[in-house]
């Protein structure tokens, strides 16, 4: 009779390992997601103690598996053990295994090595609190966007009666598949190299982003064109300080590779924020010289089509008291070109006011007069290459602005856009201009936390009270709110969303990327 009801029992306990077995660890190439692994019990003497097992899935964001990648299973166990004898003691124990994912990306461990008495624990009740790093080799590149190791606390057995919470997951991303002529290339779900999507870099303030940072920031849109076959290229430029008429001859060398590596099949391309004006001039140069780009399509991306917008005083500061590498990116051509009103030289362009006490010698902006000449020089070249405005006449070209066009709606209660404060003084605030509150997207945080310091004690420090503006919905799309886009198609987001940061693609903007992107790919090689 024990013995049928030892079997009847293991029977439901290997239904219940393979009803709780789906929750996995997802890893990407290039993209990874990672959820902790919920443990399973089988083979139990008594119900009320578990023998641990486990598991980690680990699967690409296009759910192909990814066999030979080792994760290190870190647990600490905080309850009861039961030896094979049947004695139990309280036990406190850290365990630490790696195991390696087979080929269909699954990798397990078992728990039940934890010393007790001079013999292995078999049986366990507690909790388990659990932590999976995943140890990549040298030379393996994955930026991870959660914070590892990832955690998890289990119970082991797990509650009958409570449901199993989902676990959580983390994000990384992985070195391209191959190169093309020197670009890095993501593949498409097929692995074939036959229609392929150009993604230029916009400015990159410090030239320290690198191709897969790139690609990361538009992984909604990345994930989707290569789960339906499409190849990514990225164009990442040695020195983004340069003009985009500077950077051009990259991009169309970079389209004509991959347009022949594609057997001369055509070739869409994304320009993310400059990169966007990169594209425009080196298409329309081409078409220009009599050599048209093999182009169908040319997708902009929250492209400063007019310009972007930083406060002249915010860089006159900036140039004066920041750091060495703030100064470069804000002297460099790239930001005289792409800012609508570039501060210049602060010691000819702007005059400075003291404040604060004698022996601080700071001082700040009271009058600016900004410097155009290299924003106007250039619009003003790009315009005149063609009739079309500086638009490709044989590309259809589409646009994506990053804010609404008529209301920014981001929680501003303040008019003061900077604050500073010193000792024994009331400090200094720059309000707002009306090109900070404009409908758009808004610069980074990355780059506003540039702008926050804090002395010991609060004595002294400065922040930005206000998100400003960076590219404005009107520049985006190249046209006032009662003004038609120059565009066949475009995208803004609705005007009770909350304004979102220039860096950063919402889910309507990237579903619109994909439509128009597919329109115009074109069938697999395999299919014509």
Known sequence: MFRNVRRAWQRGARSWLLATAAPILWMARPSVAAALPVPVFAGSPDAAYGEGVLRARVLDRLGRPLPGLVLRFEADLRGVARDASGETASIVHTETQTATTDGTGLAVVRLARSPHRGQSTRWFRGSVDVRVTPVLPPGREMTFLAPL????????PPPVTEPQLPPPALVAFEAPDTT????????GRDNVLDRMVVVLEGFDLYNRYTATDNIRMVAPAADALRARGLDLLVVNFPDSHQPPDALAPLAARAIRAASRVAGDRLV?????SAGGLVARWALVE??????????????????????ANL?????????????????????????????????????????????GPPFADRRVPARWTPDTSAHQAFFARLRVWNDNNGYPKKTRTVAVANGS???RRDGVTSPDLFRMWLPWTSGWTLPCAEEDLRPGSLLPPDYRNRFRAYFPLGIAGAYLRTAPTFVSAESALDAGPDESPPFSAWYARADDLPALSHDDVDRGAAAFVVREILRNAGPPAASR
């Open 149 to 156: 190791p990832l955690r998890q606390t289990l119970q082991i």
């Open 286 to 307: 081409a078409e220009e010289g009599g050599t048209p780009l093999p182009v169908p399509l040319l997708v902009l991306l929250d492209t400063p089509n007019r310009g």
């Open 268 to 272: 869409a391309v994304a320009g993310l």
């Open 311 to 355: 406060h002249p005083a915010l860089q006159a500061m900036t140039l004066r008291y920041g750091a060495r590498e703030d100064k470069a990116a804000l002297r460099s051509q790239a930001a005289r070109v792409l800012l609508a009103a570039h501060v210049g030289d602060p010691a000819a362009n702007v005059v400075w006011k003291k404040v």
């Open 405 to 407: 066009r008529r209301v």
């Open 180 to 187: 093309v002529d020197g670009f890095p290339v993501w593949l």
